[in-house]
C-alpha cells in the first residue's frame, strides 16, 4: 500500500511518539497504521498515512450499509432515527431556525431532509456515489456527487454549514475550513462534530475504541486542538460540548460496539465474517443457533444499557462524550 509521511498537521513539527499500531476493526480490511501523538502540541494522528489513492479501498460500497439495506421510504422516520435528527439539530436551532443549509458529506440525505421538512432550503456535497444518488433520487434533494474541495458555489452563500464526522476524514481539513469561511454570510453557523479523543471510552478501550476507526480516520481531535484548528481558520466558538447519542438514540451504543471489538481482539467474540456467515447461510440448525444467539444479543444489550446509562450520562456533562460538538461563527476581526 502507497503512503505518505507528514509532520504534525497542527503545529508542523516531526516529534512523535507511539500511541498506538492499529487496524480497521470494522470492516476488517488489511493493514496495520500508525497512530502518533505530537510532542510538541499533543495533536493525534495517523502516520505515514495512505495516500488519497491508496484509502479508497477502506471505503467500500458497504460502507454506506443503509443504501446496501435499500432503506424503505416508509421507514425513514421511525421514531428512533428521528430523535438522533432532533439531537443533531437541537443545538442548530437555537441559533438559526431558517435559512440556507449546506451539508457536507452529507450521505444520504436524511438530514437534509429532515431540515427541509422545517423550512430550510438544503443543499448537500456527498462524496459517494451510492448514497448521493439515494439522497436524489428517493428523497429529493440537491446534491451534488463530489468532494468539498471539488464543489464550486458560485457565489451562493449559506446560512448554515454542517460537517457531522467529515473533519477526521480529511487530508488538508484547513484548508476545507478557510473554504467554507467564504461561503458563509457574515452571521452564519458553521456546525461540525468529530470523535473525541479524551473520551472515556477510549480512554477506557483504547485501540478497541469504536470510532477510532483507522484508518479512515486520519486525524483524532480533542477540544483544544478543535478551537486551534477553528480559530486558524478563522472561526469563533459559540458552544462546544460532548455528546454521544449523535448516532444512536441510546447514549450508551458506542461503549457495547467498543467492548465488542475489544473482546474480539482477545478472541472473546466471534469475528464478523463468522458472523454474517451464519446468517447468510442456508444450513437451517445454524439459522437457528444464530436467532437464538441474536435474541441473547439483545438480553445483553439491554443489560449494558441499563448499567452503563448512568455512566455515559455523566461523561457528557463533564465533557468526556464519545464525540465533540461545536457551533462557530466567522470571526470577523480576522
Known amino acids: 500500500m502507497e503512503t505518505e509521511y507528514i509532520n504534525c498537521y497542527l503545529c508542523g513539527a516531526d516529534d512523535t511518539q507511539l500511541v498506538y499500531i492499529a487496524r480497521d476493526i470494522i470492516w476488517d480490511i488489511d493493514g496495520f497504521f500508525r497512530v502518533v501523538k505530537c510532542n510538541l502540541c499533543g495533536f493525534v494522528y495517523v502516520n505515514p498515512r495512505p495516500t488519497i ?3 479508497q479501498v477502506f471505503y467500500p460500497p458497504k460502507y454506506f450499509s443503509r443504501i446496501s439495506a435499500k432503506v424503505n421510504l416508509s421507514n425513514i422516520y421511525n421514531f428512533k432515527l428521528k430523535k438522533i435528527l432532533e439531537n443533531r439539530y437541537k443545538p442548530i436551532s437555537k441559533y438559526k431556525q431558517k435559512g440556507k443549509v449546506l451539508e457536507i458529506g452529507c450521505g444520504e440525505g436524511f438530514f437534509l431532509k429532515f431540515l427541509k421538512e422545517k423550512g430550510y432550503s438544503v443543499f448537500g456535497v456527498e462524496i459517494s456515489e451510492y448514497a448521493s444518488n439515494y439522497a436524489r433520487e428517493v428523497l429529493g434533494i440537491d446534491v451534488f456527487t463530489g468532494s468539498i474541495a471539488d464543489f464550486n458555489p458560485g457565489k451562493e452563500l449559506f446560512d448554515i454549514i454542517c460537517m457531522f464526522e467529515v473533519l477526521e476524514h480529511l487530508y488538508d481539513p484547513l484548508s476545507i475550513l478557510l473554504k467554507i469561511r467564504y461561503m458563509l454570510k457574515d ?9 473525541n479523543f479524551l473520551s472515556f471510552q477510549r480512554i477506557l478501550f483504547q485501540d478497541s475504541w469504536h470510532i477510532l476507526d483507522v484508518p479512515r480516520h486520519l486525524m483524532q481531535f480533542t477540544k483544544d486542538h478543535l478551537k486551534k484548528m477553528l480559530k ?14 449523535l448516532n444512536h438514540l441510546d447514549i450508551t451504543t458506542g461503549y457495547s460496539q467498543s467492548l465488542r471489538y475489544w473482546l474480539r481482539k482477545h478472541h472473546l467474540y466471534p469475528a464478523r465474517d463468522v458472523s454474517l456467515k451464519s446468517i ?15 435474541l441473547l444479543k439483545k438480553v445483553l444489550h439491554k443489560a ?15 465533557g468526556n462524550g464519545d464525540n465533540l460538538y461545536v457551533c462557530a461563527k466567522k470571526d470577523i476581526d480576522e
Open 53 to 55: 489513492q491508496a484509502i
Open 187 to 195: 452571521e452564519a453557523i458553521l456546525v461540525i462534530t468529530v470523535p
Open 232 to 245: 486558524k481558520a478563522g472561526f469563533k466558538i459559540l458552544a462546544l460540548f460532548s455528546m454521544s447519542n
Open 280 to 294: 447468510s447461510s442456508k444450513n437451517y440448525a445454524l439459522i437457528d443457533k444464530q436467532i437464538l444467539k441474536d
Open 304 to 318: 449494558e444499557s441499563i448499567l452503563l446509562y448512568p455512566l455515559a450520562g455523566l461523561m457528557d456533562i463533564i
